[in-house]
């Protein structure tokens, strides 16, 4: 199973059916005596595994997570690079019933709200930058050949999202040019006025 790496609290039994619904959808137990048997799942050892995500769109993501997991930022992919690091962890039991189904969300643009300012002097509102979210599920492969080290997250420019529990630092799937300053050539970005919908989104 894949869970949040979360030491130091104790879980109650309401938590980790919690748990369950949102990460797994663990299976449930069958009522005594219940007609159907279900064969038995023989889990391996627990793993500890780093996500990385891949951003294969056109802007930088300042923030993403799994499953409500955070799972850093991620500028956009190169030619070599996914365009993120690795951020720790989530644990995983080999043997787990795949795929596994996962809701990403991540910062998918910005807009641009205009607030009045508070001060009587200099000008009478400020823009701010609003970032905006964006989600979508995925359903995650083992594809670690038994050697579970990383759970990868490939966000793409359509908005759908790939996931693969691998042995770690695979290549990019899509092969995109970048510049020096890890931009997308010839990519500007003018940001929007921010909608009433838009600024009424939530954020995490």
């Avoid at 641009?112 to 979508?136: C, F, V």
């Amino acid at each position: 199973m894949i869970n949040s790496n979360n030491k130091g609290s104790r879980a109650t039994p309401t938590a980790v059916m919690l748990v369950c619904a949102l990460v797994l959808g663990c299976a449930q137990a069958e009522a005594p005596g219940s007609a159907a048997s279900k064969p038995v799942i023989k889990y391996g050892e627990p793993a500890s595994l780093l996500i990385q995500g891949y951003n294969y769109t056109d802007d930088y993501i300042d923030s993403f997570t799994v499953n409500g997991q955070g799972g850093g930022n991620i500028f956009v992919s190169g030619p070599s690079s996914g365009g993120g690091g690795s951020v720790c962890c989530v644990s995983y039991r080999p043997g787990t019933p795949l795929p596994i189904n996962l809701k990403v969300r991540w910062v998918g643009g910005c807009c641009i709200q205009r607030i009045m300012s508070p001060y009587p002097y200099g000008k009478p509102y400020y823009d701010n930058r609003r970032s905006l979210w964006r989600e979508a599920d995925a359903l995650a492969v083992d594809l670690s050949n038994g050697k579970p080290k990383a759970l990868e997250v490939h966000i793409f420019p359509d908005g759908h999202v790939e996931a693969a529990i691998t042995e770690g630092d695979s290549g990019p799937r899509l092969i995109l040019l970048r510049t020096a300053k890890y931009e997308r050539p010839g990519v500007t970005h003018n940001y929007p006025k921010c909608t009433d919908d838009q600024l009424k989104q939530s954020g995490q």
